[in-house]
Nanobody
Framework: QVQLVESGGGLVQAGGSLTLSCAAS????????MGWYRQAPGKQRELVAA???????NYADSVQGRFTISRDNAKNTMYLQMNSLNPEDTAIYYC??????????WGQGTQVTVSS
Protein backbone atom coordinates (compact mmCIF):
# COMPACT_ATOMS: atom_id res chain seq x y z
CA GLN A 1 0.00 0.00 0.00
CA VAL A 2 1.34 3.40 -1.01
CA GLN A 3 0.42 6.59 0.78
CA LEU A 4 0.75 9.95 -0.95
CA VAL A 5 0.69 13.19 1.01
CA GLU A 6 0.44 16.55 -0.73
CA SER A 7 1.59 19.83 0.77
CA GLY A 8 2.34 23.37 -0.31
CA GLY A 9 -1.11 24.60 -1.22
CA GLY A 10 -2.46 27.91 -0.04
CA LEU A 11 -3.72 31.33 -1.00
CA VAL A 12 -1.75 33.40 -3.47
CA GLN A 13 -2.40 36.51 -5.53
CA ALA A 14 -2.66 36.36 -9.28
CA GLY A 15 0.78 36.33 -10.83
CA GLY A 16 2.29 34.61 -7.83
CA SER A 17 3.95 31.23 -7.42
CA LEU A 18 3.53 28.11 -5.35
CA THR A 19 5.35 24.81 -5.16
CA LEU A 20 3.40 21.68 -4.36
CA SER A 21 5.03 18.56 -2.97
CA CYS A 22 3.83 14.96 -2.98
CA ALA A 23 5.65 12.70 -0.54
CA ALA A 24 5.29 8.94 -0.94
CA SER A 25 5.44 6.44 1.89
CA UNK A 26 8.00 4.33 0.04
CA UNK A 27 10.35 4.34 -2.89
CA UNK A 28 9.02 5.99 -6.03
CA UNK A 29 11.89 4.77 -8.17
CA UNK A 30 9.80 2.06 -9.82
CA UNK A 31 6.61 4.07 -10.21
CA UNK A 32 5.60 3.94 -13.84
CA UNK A 33 4.05 7.36 -13.82
CA MET A 34 3.28 10.16 -11.38
CA GLY A 35 1.08 13.12 -11.95
CA TRP A 36 -0.80 16.10 -10.64
CA TYR A 37 -4.52 16.46 -11.20
CA ARG A 38 -6.86 19.21 -10.14
CA GLN A 39 -10.54 19.62 -9.59
CA ALA A 40 -12.29 22.97 -9.44
CA PRO A 41 -15.79 23.36 -7.96
CA GLY A 42 -18.40 22.00 -10.35
CA LYS A 43 -15.81 20.64 -12.76
CA GLN A 44 -14.33 17.25 -13.50
CA ARG A 45 -10.90 16.28 -12.28
CA GLU A 46 -8.33 17.02 -14.96
CA LEU A 47 -4.72 16.15 -15.58
CA VAL A 48 -2.35 19.07 -14.96
CA ALA A 49 1.03 17.44 -15.49
CA ALA A 50 2.63 14.01 -15.47
CA UNK A 51 6.12 12.57 -15.34
CA UNK A 52 7.15 9.07 -16.29
CA UNK A 53 9.69 6.80 -14.65
CA UNK A 54 12.13 7.85 -17.35
CA UNK A 55 11.52 11.54 -16.73
CA UNK A 56 9.30 12.27 -19.73
CA UNK A 57 6.83 15.03 -18.93
CA ASN A 58 3.56 16.22 -20.36
CA TYR A 59 1.37 19.17 -19.45
CA ALA A 60 -2.15 20.38 -19.95
CA ASP A 61 -2.26 23.16 -22.53
CA SER A 62 -3.56 25.57 -19.91
CA VAL A 63 -0.42 25.26 -17.77
CA GLN A 64 2.24 24.68 -20.42
CA GLY A 65 5.09 27.11 -19.89
CA ARG A 66 3.92 28.12 -16.41
CA PHE A 67 4.09 24.87 -14.43
CA THR A 68 7.00 22.47 -14.05
CA ILE A 69 6.71 18.92 -12.76
CA SER A 70 9.67 17.05 -11.32
CA ARG A 71 10.45 14.04 -9.18
CA ASP A 72 13.26 13.34 -6.74
CA ASN A 73 13.60 9.58 -6.40
CA ALA A 74 16.10 9.93 -3.56
CA LYS A 75 13.54 11.86 -1.50
CA ASN A 76 10.53 9.85 -2.71
CA THR A 77 8.89 13.14 -3.61
CA MET A 78 7.28 14.73 -6.64
CA TYR A 79 6.92 18.48 -7.11
CA LEU A 80 4.86 20.94 -9.07
CA GLN A 81 6.33 24.39 -9.46
CA MET A 82 3.53 26.77 -10.41
CA ASN A 83 4.31 30.25 -11.72
CA SER A 84 2.18 33.05 -13.10
CA LEU A 85 -0.85 31.71 -11.32
CA ASN A 86 -4.27 33.03 -12.27
CA PRO A 87 -7.73 32.60 -10.69
CA GLU A 88 -8.54 29.82 -13.18
CA ASP A 89 -5.87 27.72 -11.45
CA THR A 90 -7.93 27.66 -8.26
CA ALA A 91 -8.72 24.03 -7.43
CA ILE A 92 -7.90 21.11 -5.21
CA TYR A 93 -4.69 19.56 -6.49
CA TYR A 94 -4.23 15.81 -6.20
CA CYS A 95 -1.15 13.68 -6.47
CA UNK A 96 -1.40 10.44 -8.44
CA UNK A 97 0.93 7.49 -8.81
CA UNK A 98 0.83 4.34 -10.93
CA UNK A 99 2.95 1.43 -9.75
CA UNK A 100 4.14 -1.64 -11.66
CA UNK A 101 1.60 -3.88 -9.79
CA UNK A 102 -0.27 -2.21 -11.56
CA UNK A 103 -2.07 -0.09 -9.03
CA UNK A 104 -3.15 3.52 -8.86
CA UNK A 105 -2.94 5.69 -5.77
CA TRP A 106 -4.22 9.14 -4.91
CA GLY A 107 -3.35 11.68 -2.27
CA GLN A 108 -5.93 13.50 -0.20
CA GLY A 109 -5.51 16.77 -2.09
CA THR A 110 -4.29 20.26 -1.28
CA GLN A 111 -6.23 23.45 -1.91
CA VAL A 112 -4.79 26.14 -4.15
CA THR A 113 -6.64 29.44 -4.24
CA VAL A 114 -5.58 32.29 -6.51
CA SER A 115 -7.10 35.67 -5.82
CA SER A 116 -7.52 38.30 -8.52
Amino acid sequence: QVQLVESGGGLVQAGGSLTLSCAASGSIFSFINMGWYRQAPGKQRELVAAISRGGRTNYADSVQGRFTISRDNAKNTMYLQMNSLNPEDTAIYYCNAITPAPATYWGQGTQVTVSS
